[in-house]
């Protein structure tokens, strides 16, 4: 079984981030701050955005969760940001609407809420990385508005400007002109909203690093590793790879600070092999597992593997998500283009024996699986990774199969439509209704399932996957099971009608947004 390099996106940021931030809706303000958020549509966007210098846009879905839970604070935000000096306006389009499908394929919305910042009437666009709370979004915004950099001037300013809470630029120059300062300045406005950027005349009042030096230089400061390095190579790319290279951590902590966070996305989306050690960092023994993965990053850096070290208490999704078990802790998990390799309760000095184990291929990757059930005469049949074979693609029959997440409240709503499709069929020896715990098992590389609930029709002559994009009701279903199936035979009179279900809604849009689009809804 092949596992991808890069893993999904939308899965980790909506799992993740979503997730994680501090977000405490307060009901009562709602009414008040409503009108505080503009309301956007195709019928008003573009003229809003091209009188605007800068702009704040939410894309969300009336039905989305994390959207109902950020609207109080974004419109608490919206209402102190609209009086500041300068205002800030924050601005909201219903993605889900129709009417509306041109502006979110034009914007890439393929998660809710997206949060876009749109500078120049709209001619430069970025994707908000900040906090989801309002005091949170308040001054991460506050920070995007003005001056890409901000000139510090005295010690005291370079102290309140460079703190271990992340990555800074600072760029020292003998005059703020020339080809040096305009490069620098030109990137600073392209990767505001992941770093800060200051530039000084003086590097003496800087915290760290040579203080005789006159420039042109670049000096990125940052919380980890070597704490501070320099640059100076003034080229607009080498500037981009430079900060992107040294502000990124040789080992990713994912730990409850949420400076942290905002690297979790490169992270997941770097096509390199994912080696991630879990366990408690309250433990005694964290420095050494810590001290240990940094010499391993080290020793393999030829090797195009990412490490990261994951507190099981503030990375509990991500830990779910993988299926693990926390009897297993201390644990190493890497995720490899051949497989998935699990070295379980192990010891500091066992990490880096074992992690060239893996280099030389002398592991045996690790298939995550429940037990193949003793029974399996429900109408809705139950498939693990180790019988997906036999019940699915050796079978000889057309199978209808759904990936589902026990947490996941759609999965729930549409399980009773499947069980009545299921019923209806169940006198067809040439058709099987099916679904996997995605969560409990190792889904094959064939099937692309970034969300649940997943649909996927296996026809029995074992032709093309189809990825199931109709309404979530019984009779769509049964009419896309007898249009697919193979032989072409009709079904039996007993699945030809059936009274229409309601349709699940969805939480992770995919690039369609009508309501029979492939979607996406719980991660």
């Not at 309301?39 to 969760?65: Q, R």
């Not at 001290?291 to 994951?310: D, K, V, Y």
Request: some cysteine.
């Amino acid at each position: 079984m092949e596992v991808p390099l890069v893993l999904p996106f939308a899965t980790f940021i909506v799992i993740f981030l979503l997730s994680s931030g501090a977000i405490t809706a307060e009901g009562e303000a709602t009414a008040v701050l409503e009108e505080a958020v503009l309301t956007l549509d195709a019928g008003n966007f573009s003229e809003v955005v091209a009188k605007h210098e800068f702009i704040v846009v939410e894309f969300y879905a009336p039905w989305c969760g994390h959207c109902k839970e950020l609207a109080p604070e974004y419109e608490k935000a919206a209402s102190v940001l609209r009086k500041g000096a300068p205002p800030v306006v924050l601005a909201k389009v219903d993605a889900y609407d129709e009417s509306n499908k041109e502006l979110k394929d034009k914007y890439k919305v393929n998660a809710y809420p997206a949060i876009k910042i749109i500078r120049n009437g709209g001619s430069d666009v970025s994707t908000y990385g900040g906090p989801r709370d309002a005091d949170g979004i308040v001054e991460y915004l506050k920070k995007q508005v003005g001056p890409a950099s901000l000139e510090l001037r005295s010690a005291g300013d370079a102290d309140r400007s460079i703190d271990d809470k992340g990555v800074v630029l600072v760029g020292v120059f003998p005059e703020f002109a020339g080809m040096e300062y305009e490069n620098f300045m030109a990137v600073a406005g392209k990767m505001r909203t992941d770093y800060d950027f200051f530039h000084t005349f003086d590097a003496s009042i800087l915290p760290r690093g040579d203080k005789a030096i006159k420039g042109p230089l670049l000096r990125l400061f940052k919380p980890f590793d070597e704490l501070f390095v320099d640059s100076q190579d003034f080229d607009k790319d080498a500037i981009k790879k430079f900060i992107e290279v040294s502000g990124f951590p040789t080992v990713l902590l994912f730990d409850a600070n949420p400076t942290n966070h905002k690297f979790l996305e490169r992270y997941y989306t770097t096509p390199s092999a994912k080696a991630m050690l879990f366990l408690h960092f309250s433990d005694d023994i964290v420095e050494s597992f810590k001290s240990e993965m940094h010499e391993a990053a080290r020793q393999l850096s030829g090797n195009n593997i990412s490490f990261l070290i994951g507190d099981v208490s503030a990375a509990d999704r991500a830990f779910q998500y993988f299926g693990l078990k926390e009897s297993d802790l201390p644990l190493l998990l890497v995720i490899a283009s051949t497989g998935k390799y699990l070295n379980p309760t192990m010891e500091p000095d066992q990490l880096i024996p074992w992690m060239k184990q893996y280099i030389y291929g002398n592991l045996t990757p690790y298939v995550k699986s429940e037990p193949i059930p003793k029974v399996n005469d429900q109408p809705v049949k139950v498939v693990v990774a180790d019988n997906i074979d036999d019940v699915v693609f050796n079978s000889g029959k057309n199978v209808l199969l759904e990936f589902y997440a026990p947490w996941c409240g759609h999965c729930r709503k549409l399980a009773p439509i499947l069980e009545e499709v299921a019923v209806l069929f169940q006198d067809d020896e040439d058709v099987v209704i099916a679904k996997m715990d995605g969560t409990a098992n190792d889904i094959p590389s064939d099937f692309e399932v970034e969300g649940y609930p997943n649909l996927y029709f296996i026809p029995s002559n074992g032709g093309d996957l189809l990825s199931y994009e109709g309404d979530r009701t019984a009779q769509e279903i049964i009419n896309f099971i007898n249009k697919n199936r193979e032989p072409k035979a009709g079904a039996s009179a007993a699945v030809e009608e059936v009274t229409q279900t309601s349709a699940v809604g969805e939480e992770v849009t995919s690039s369609s947004s009508s309501s029979s689009a492939s979607v996406k809804d719980e991660l």
